[in-house]
């Protein structure tokens, strides 16, 4: 099996503070991986990092082989579910699902279909023309799942991305998500502080 993400020493110092020890880490293709841990333990910075948001104070990454230390966001074929969920306020539901697809110039018919299954895949098929303000924030982590998991990235990181659903909603995401896992054959970097 071969590594599709490998860091070594990478860190992330500001100013005196130490946002990330210096950590090594190898991640299999198609593995799914969780970083479990106390909030403040660097699991978000580490998950920045590995999808260019934000530029590591030291050390190396490497995706596939290569050194993409400092390559950029959009080069990296990474996908990230945010704990904030970060929608385009001023999108509906489907334009927000959609927008990863229309970056990437899918057909008109393929796309549809694509944020169809999205929809359905996190239940939120009759919310399509709502606005992310008009959505409980339940429903907008739901939204960010299916914006992520509807282009299929080769990287799919999550941080904490079933922390504002209700207990029934987050065994059902967790399923989608293993099934997803599954099906996609993508590696999954999962960060949490939850040990259930």
Known sequence: MTARLQTRAISKHYDSVTALSPTDLDVMDGEFLTLLGPSGSGK????????GLV????????????DATHTAAGERGIGMVFQSYALFPHLSVWENIAYPLRMRKMDKAAMTAAVRDALEMVQMGSYANRLPRELSGG????IALARCFVYKPSV??????LGALDKKLREHMQSEIRSLHKDLGATFIYVTHDQE
């Open 156 to 161: 799919i990181l999550l941080d904490e991305p």
């Open 44 to 51: 978000t910075t580490l998950l920045q990092i590995l999808a």
């Open 139 to 142: 429903q907008q982590q739901r």
């Open 55 to 66: 530029e590591p104070s030291g050390g190396s990454l490497f995706i596939n082989g290569k």
